[in-house]
């Protein structure tokens, strides 16, 4: 046995016959425009975990763009704290974009006109720590503000009495195009420097929080960054379970579109897209507003927002839950309708979710993992998102309660109280309908060698039935002359 100090849990394969955390962690990973914040240089905005809780907290700690293609995480921003169906947070956020790396060479140069004393212009790339006005010195001569509702600087000069009119500016601005999927998959290093997704890493200790769900807008698409985000999740710092939101692309690496459910099939299959650790999602979706969104986005924050109405509980697929959707979106050229429901289950029976229009909303359509094939081989936890999450939540939950206990003295009273606290919470998850039948956590000398125990090394076993989805009902219809007889029948 390789050596452990710590509590641990592990997921094993399905026994079947035939085929306490209180918060839900939403992280996700990309780029964010926090050349738009102040000071951002000394707030540590780049390769560390933020927290966001609404959208005003995003704009004062991340910045907040409508070039969702340059500030990917911005999507996010929007999804979760702009959404008609009911806003939904927090959510952590890791940004790779760094000004003071990720920057264009040239220094831009802009004519300013001042009326009221005011003057003001769109950008959403400068940074506004490199803005000066030659001869005039800010919080002396003039203020700086950013309006995120407009996208636009606001220049105010402070001297009431000032008969300026015009003045010219300068700024550096960053480029977002210069951040590639190498910064999103990231590293880290022996002297404690961590980037991208091994950022996430400083999520526990900094922030107190245990990654559940994970996501990256706008690059899960890349292979090498959703091989690097269904790795991050499977025992981050050692220990946490956590889940992955991916997408298939619009258009292939030779830009060929992917704009039909046989080519989002072959895709997926092709690039290895199976991971149980994850859902895959295609194809977009649009809002009201004409703002394009990601499906991986949308699956995010509904399983979140599914999650936290049972108490943090991932007993419940977010499949078949409301989004906010008008139309399918397969690109801007397309001249694509979309399809209905059946016709989505093509995509579902090869483990990948979609959208439909069903009861008069958008839903979301698809309970599996993107490991899941009809009538393929796969561990039953690998069926439905709900089962690998829900053992998920019970290996964190483990590790969790009994973290503190490490290093303590271990009798074998100890033992007992251990299984019978497990055996407690397994009874309650039974009794929210999270769990059915009868669970059991046992302490089996099979697994507990004495030379193991000597060194301090103690193993308990449960094993559990997932609640599983109502996937599909059906009601046989039969015709009968039976009646007929009702002319006949007198009182």
């Known amino acids: 046995m390789a050596y452990k100090h710590g509590a641990y849990g592990q997921i094993n394969e399905s026994k079947v016959a035939d085929a306490t955390q209180t918060d839900v962690v939403a992280a996700y990973i990309g780029t964010a425009p926090i050349n738009l914040v102040r000071g951002y240089a000394d707030a540590d905005l780049v390769n560390m975990p933020i927290k966001i809780t609404n959208m005003s907290d995003a704009q004062a700690k991340a910045g907040y763009s409508d070039d969702w293609e340059s500030f990917t995480l911005c999507e996010a921003f929007a999804e979760h704290f702009d959404n008609t169906v009911g806003n939904v947070g927090p959510i952590y956020i890791v940004n790779v974009l760094d000004p003071d790396t990720h920057r264009a060479a040239d220094t831009t140069t802009v004519s300013l006109t001042f009326s009221s004393l005011r003057a003001e212009f769109e950008s959403s790339d400068i940074i506004l720590d490199t803005f000066a006005i030659a001869d005039m010195t800010e919080d002396v001569d003039y203020s700086l503000t950013y309006n995120f509702a407009k996208g636009t600087v606001v220049v105010k000069l402070l001297d009431s009495e000032s008969t300026v009119t015009s003045a010219t500016a300068t700024y550096n601005t960053v480029d977002a195009s210069q951040v590639d999927y190498s910064d999103i998959i990231g590293s880290s290093t022996d002297e404690g420097v961590y980037t991208g997704l091994a950022a996430m890493s400083l999520l526990y200790q900094y922030q107190n929080a245990i990654l559940n769900i994970l996501a990256a807008p706008g690059w899960s698409h890349i292979p090498a960054v959703y091989k690097a985000l269904c790795s991050t999740v499977q025992k981050l710092n050692g220990h946490w379970d956590g889940f992955v939101n991916a997408d298939i692309p619009l258009k292939d690496d030779d830009g060929n579109a992917i704009n039909t459910i046989a080519k989002a099939i072959a895709w997926k299959e092709e690039h290895g897209y199976t991971s149980e650790y994850s859902k895959v999602y295609w194809p977009k979706v649009v809002d009201g507003d004409g703002r394009v969104y990601h499906l991986s986005t949308v699956g995010q924050a509904t399983m979140l927002r599914v999650d936290q109405s049972h108490d943090a509980v991932p007993f419940e697929s977010p499949s078949n839950k409301e989004i906010m959707a008008t139309k399918q979106y397969f690109g801007a050229d397309s001249k694509s309708n979309g399809f209905d429901q059946q016709t989505g289950n093509d995509l579902n029976e090869q483990g990948i979710t979609t959208a439909v229009y069903w009861a008069g909303n958008w839903v979301l359509w698809g309970p599996h993992t993107a490991a899941y094939t009809y009538n393929g081989s796969m ?113």
């Not at 290996?395 to 490490?406: L, V, W």
């Not at 507990?448 to 599983?468: C, E, K, L």
Request: aromatic residues 10%; negative net charge; charged residues 25%.
């Open 379 to 491: 561990d039953a936890h690998a069926i439905f998102d709900v089962n690998l999450r829900m053992l998920e939540y019970i290996t964190n939950s483990f590790q969790q309660d009994h973290g503190t206990e490490i290093d303590s003295p271990m009798t074998p009273q100890d033992k007992d109280t251990i299984l019978n606290y497990e055996k407690e919470k397994l009874d309650t998850l039974c009794g929210i309908g999270a769990l059915i039948g009868t669970p059991t956590v046992e302490f089996l000398e099979s697994d507990n060698a004495t030379s193991d125990m000597v060194n301090g090394d103690f193993v308990w076993r449960i094993s559990v039935t997932n609640t599983p989805p109502f996937k599909s009902g059906t009601v046989h219809v039969a015709y009968t002359d039976d009646g007929f007889e009702s002319f006949f029948e007198t009182e």
